[in-house]
């Protein structure tokens, strides 16, 4: 009888060593290649032409699913057997679809491996792994390992295996960012330093630092105190953590400041005895950070003292929280202790009871309006009488919380006093017809005054649209004198974009009386700016439409500031999946392919019984019930990070899996719908969708109280529809606000999409859209196209 030729490929050396090791425990079996990745595995299928073809799934350039239909469409005669870490029902069924014969999870290799080829040659229906758990279902320890510094069972691998995860981890720790060394023996020599490392003290190589003691190769850090510190941590064996640590470096050839700052951990590091024998440390180079910050700490100490210069206090106020909060400077104008509780009271009483009905008055309209604009008598027991002028308005639309300043206007007013005495005394000599006009002007020029002292642009415009008053903090903001403007209409000269048609806005005011929105205007220069703007209607004493009052803000640099905040919470998120994705690969790769070549080693003793005393036996078999204990949570653990089905099966069976460990994990129930024609969509658009089902179910379960939740995913030409219900309590106000729910919504934004959330007594309602463009995937056809 002929020998059978078997074809191995798995990108991980110890894992093929292991299965190579299995087959050729039976004498008619020849092992007669080995790829390294999907690609060699089609190269080698087609030049031996294999019985038999053992593929890995999780491979780079080429997967196992991809190589496997290669290698059907080109070497038909080679039988198709897929071994891999995962064990879930959909990697079985797109196994069995790519052309293979049997599917064998690695977690059971030493038991399923051999009778897998048996049936495979003998033409037998497809063989496929049955595991020991109920499938990929999250138990309560590997729950546990997430959140808790869990010791996994020991294990004593061979020398080569103990030697390449010595490597992987060096590698690891030379490519991170974060500057690593480790100090041997009680003169802490360097024993290791990574090239972060020897960026960060300024040294040219790692020689200047390898083989030396700290002091040797860090002279600059004598009187600095690091030296007693690490003495400290190697004689007591208690780490030290230190934030924003100022050192001195001797780095100036390098191109780096001499003055640097530093968050660092010197971690000890003992022996099988328990004894230190070395220093882990760990920095992270904080300069430009702690300089950042002081900078902004000066530059608001710069603006206190000029509010101080100018008079001008500052104020918050939260009516739902009952809060208020004062400048220092406003408590020094009101002559009040921020520490008295009771400073508003104190304000109260000394406000002049002829204004009090008036300053409570704007201030319970403000909380219709959102915003506020009075002046008001104040009796100081030191300075005396006081006039003080307080405007404010909300921080954003929809929040309840103002803020606004109040100025000192006392010497104003005093001059406009003195100013309407000497008008008075003129009155008496002239015409009453003169004095009437004479005081109509000094209203209108102190009204003028007041407008402006505002830092608001304020312009008036006729029905018509022609200017006819242009305030100074419009001749501020947009750089046109009062002379260049009147009786120009403003979109000759701001090119205003309204957010809604210009006749809209007219016949609301019309109807209202005030609109308020944002607006696009530019400058004299050129440049684009973005206002806050608010309209009121003017009217005649007859009750006719005249025109409108025009007040303005520039919120550019506040719009910039949060478009920059939303593209910094978008790449977070990004990076955020991408360490997920890369953490789980990490634990895919090392951990999981150890652990399946300890199994197989377990394995292979466990078959030599006879030679084995019964209680070597017992710990044999025990130890392997151990080794797949852990490699099902490891599995768990690297699943729950990024799901592999995510990648290689698609959005739906990432969900499907997902929900159904959650189901069973929380008691739930839960009844999940999806589109029969949802297909694969961008990677960006599966996952933003998985981690909202996966933030909504975590919701209904901690919050919700509801005994059952519904999921839905559907897709149409124009757009990705998902939906996710409960019929609990409802979500609060603060859980909104939650960083969640936030993580939420700026997924959906960075894809241009849309999400809703509805909450009420009947329970919560989260539906995200987004638009096909952003959701669109390759269709399998053109990945293999690809890869040809």
Not at 28 to 38: F, H, L, R, S
Not at 101 to 125: C, F, Q, T
Not at 245 to 271: C, H, T, W
Request: a neutral charge; proline letters at 3%; glycine letters at 6%.
């Amino acid at each position: 009888m002929n020998s059978v030729r078997i074809l191995i490929a798995d990108d991980h050396e110890v894992v093929r060593r292991g299965v190579r090791s299995l087959l050729t425990s039976r004498k008619e079996w020849d092992v007669c290649g080995e790829a390294v990745d999907g690609r060699d595995a089609v190269k080698k299928a087609k030049e031996l032409k294999p019985d038999v073809v053992v593929l890995d799934i999780s491979m780079p350039d080429l997967n196992g699913f991809e190589a496997a239909r290669l290698i059907h469409k080109e070497v038909p005669q080679s039988k198709i057997l897929i071994l891999s870490q995962h064990n879930v029902s959909e990697m079985l069924q797109t196994a069995l679809d790519a052309g293979a014969r049997g599917y064998v999870s690695k977690s059971e290799v030493s038991r399923d491996l051999l009778p897998a080829v048996e049936a495979i040659i003998h033409n037998r229906s497809p063989f496929i792994s049955q595991t020991g758990n109920n499938g990929d279902g999250i138990s309560a320890n590997a729950y546990s390992a997430l959140s808790e510094n869990t010791t996994g069972i020991a294990a004593q691998p061979g020398e080569l295996e103990l030697l390449a995860e010595r490597n992987h981890l060096r590698e690891l720790f030379m490519q991170l960012p974060a500057a690593i060394g480790i100090m041997s023996g009680p003169e802490q020599r360097w024993s290791f330093v990574n090239p972060a490392y020897v960026r960060a003290v300024g040294r040219k190589s790692d020689k200047d630092l390898l083989g030396k003691t700290v002091r040797e190769s860090l002279p600059e850090l004598k009187d600095q105190g690091f030296f007693d510190l690490l003495d400290q941590v190697y004689r007591s064996g208690v780490p030290f953590v230190g934030t924003e640590m100022k050192v001195k470096l001797d780095r100036v050839a390098s191109g780096l400041p001499e003055e640097a700052f530093f968050n660092f951990i010197y971690q000890p590091v003992r022996n099988a005895a328990g004894a230190v024998e070395a220093i882990f440390v760990h920095a992270v180079e904080v300069t430009d950070h702690v300089l950042a910050r002081r900078t902004m700490e000066k530059n608001e100490n710069r603006f206190r003292l000029a509010q101080v210069a100018a008079q001008i206090g500052t104020w918050e106020w939260d009516p739902d929280g009952k809060n208020t909060s004062l400048s220092s400077e406003l408590h020094h104008m009101f002559g009040t202790e921020a520490s008295d509780p009771d400073h508003v009271q104190t304000w109260k009483s000394r406000v002049l009871a002829e204004d009090m009905a008036k300053v409570q008055a704007a201030i319970q309209e403000s909380l219709k309006t959102g915003s506020m604009e009075f002046e008001y008598r104040y009796q100081d027991p030191q300075r005396g009488l006081r006039w003080f002028y307080c405007k404010g308005c909300r921080f954003t639309e929809g929040d309840t919380r103002l803020f606004g300043v109040v100025l000192d206007i006392t010497e104003r007013k005093q001059i406009a006093e003195a100013l309407r005495n000497a008008h008075e005394e003129l009155e008496a000599r002239v015409q009453q017809r003169t004095a009437e006009l004479q005081r109509r002007t000094e209203e209108v020029s102190a009204q003028a005054d007041l407008l402006n002292l505002a830092n608001d642009a304020i312009f008036v415009r006729t029905l018509d649209d022609k200017i006819t008053y242009w305030n100074q903090g419009a001749e501020r903001l947009y750089g046109w004198s009062r002379a260049e403007v009147l009786q120009k209409t403003p979109h000759q000269i701001l090119r205003t974009e309204f957010p809604q048609p210009f006749e809209e806005i007219k016949a609301q005011l019309l109807r209202d009386g005030q609109w308020q929105g944002e607006l696009t205007h530019s400058k004299r220069d050129g440049s684009r700016i973005t206002v806050a703007s608010r309209w009121s209607m003017w009217w005649s004493p007859e009750g006719k439409p005249l025109g409108f009052l025009e007040v303005n803000s520039d919120i550019t640099e506040r719009k910039r500031a949060e478009e920059g905040l939303r593209t910094i919470s978008g790449r977070l998120l990004q990076m955020q999946d991408d360490e997920r994705r890369r953490i789980a690969r990490e634990l895919h790769d090392s951990a999981g392919q150890t652990l399946v070549a300890l199994d197989m080693n377990l394995a292979s003793i466990q078959r030599e019984a006879k030679q084995l005393s019964p209680q070597a036996l017992k710990t044999c078999s025990e130890s392997l019930d151990l080794v797949k204990e852990l490699s099902r949570e490891l599995r768990t653990i690297s699943h729950l990070l990024h799901p592999p089905l995510l990648d290689e099966a698609g959005l739906p069976s990432a969900v499907r899996w997902y929900v159904e460990g959650f189901a069973e994990r929380s008691k739930i129930r839960v009844n999940l719908d999806l589109d029969a024609n949802l297909g694969r969509l961008s990677s960006e658009c599966e996952t933003a969708i998985f981690r909202i089902v996966q933030e909504s179910l975590t919701n209904i379960h901690r919050h919700s109280g509801s005994p059952t939740a519904s999921i839905n995913i559907s897709r149409t030409r124009r757009e990705v529809r998902l939906g996710v219900h409960d019929q609990g309590k409802g979500i609060s106000g603060s859980m909104k606000r939650g960083v969640g729910i936030q993580g939420m919504h700026e997924r959906v934004r960075q894809l241009g999409g849309r999400l809703q959330i509805n909450s009420g007594k009947g329970g919560t309602s989260v539906v995200a859209i987004l638009p096909t463009e952003s959701a669109s995937g390759d269709s399998f056809a053109s990945a293999v196209e690809r890869v040809s």
